[in-house]
């Protein structure tokens, strides 16, 4: 599957040349005909996995939808409470797995600081331009640090970090709902910059490491990946395995 940015409007075009460079695709002004690509729409950056079909794209809002009302009631969030713990104070949350940023915003909504780290190069730029869209309405952004590279690296250039936050990509099941949306969109983007996400070598790479905590989100149903779990928080169709 190939990939271009797709400048539609010439004052986007210095911004989608950056994107450009820094992705190494091409930059076109005629609209794809094939294969996917990724634009710049009134509503931020977004990312498209087939131009034949161009529906669903792919962009960050942290300040509407389903984002949006999760940050709105953080305090709810009662599993991901859990995983941390009995705390009093902020603590320092190195996120392996940023993804979209959907767990490690609600972290920074509760107060804490977090160092979130994604592989691929298209998610961390959608992600970016979401915080850079949404600073100003939600200042808590500042307790961020994005990166974009391999976590496992990353992690041992950092110190006092109270826990590690895994959420890989859930196994590929045959039921359409897991293929819809978003969840379908990452896949793409993984398969189309050459990223394997398997949760097992990514828990033995941070598990060889000095980790104090390691949180690792998995399916309710899902085997365990290692059978020392100090303990785990279940919830109906989630489990998070906690490892001190």
């Not at 909504?109 to 977090?114: A, D, I, P, Q, Y």
């Not at 331009?129 to 808590?140: G, S």
């Not at 196994?171 to 996400?197: C, F, H, Q, T, Y």
Request: proline fraction near 3%; aromatic fraction near 10%; include cysteine.
């Amino acid at each position: 599957m190939s990939c271009v940015v797709y400048a539609e409007k010439t004052d986007n075009l210095k911004k989608l040349k950056r994107i450009s460079n820094y992705l190494d695709y091409d930059l076109v002004t005629d609209f794809p005909k094939e294969g996917s690509y990724i634009g710049i729409s009134d509503k931020g950056l977004y990312f498209i996995q087939d131009a034949i079909n161009p529906t669903n794209p792919l962009s960050i809002d942290f300040l509407s939808g389903s984002m949006g009302w999760r940050i709105r009631r953080a305090d709810h969030e009662t599993l991901l409470k859990k995983t941390l713990g009995k705390i009093k104070e902020p603590i320092r949350i190195f996120d392996a797995t940023a993804g979209l940023l959907s767990d490690a915003i609600i972290f920074l909504s509760l107060g804490h600081k977090v160092i979130a780290c994604e592989q691929s190069k298209i998610l961390y730029l959608l992600v970016l331009d979401a915080c850079n869209r949404a600073k100003e309405d939600l200042p808590f952004l500042s307790n961020l640090e994005l990166i974009n590279g391999d976590s496992a690296l990353i992690y041992k250039d950092y110190k006092d970090i109270d826990a590690v936050y895994l959420d890989p990509m859930y196994p590929e099941s045959n039921k359409n709902a897991l293929r819809a949306g978003s969840l379908n969109a990452i896949r793409d983007i993984l398969n189309l910059e050459g990223i394997v996400d398997k949760a097992d070598s990514l828990f033995e790479e941070f598990k060889n490491q000095d980790c104090k905590k390691i949180i690792l989100k998995r399916p309710i149903k899902s085997q365990k990946i290692c059978s020392n779990i100090n303990y785990q928080i279940k919830g109906k169709t989630t489990r998070f395995d906690v490892y001190i």
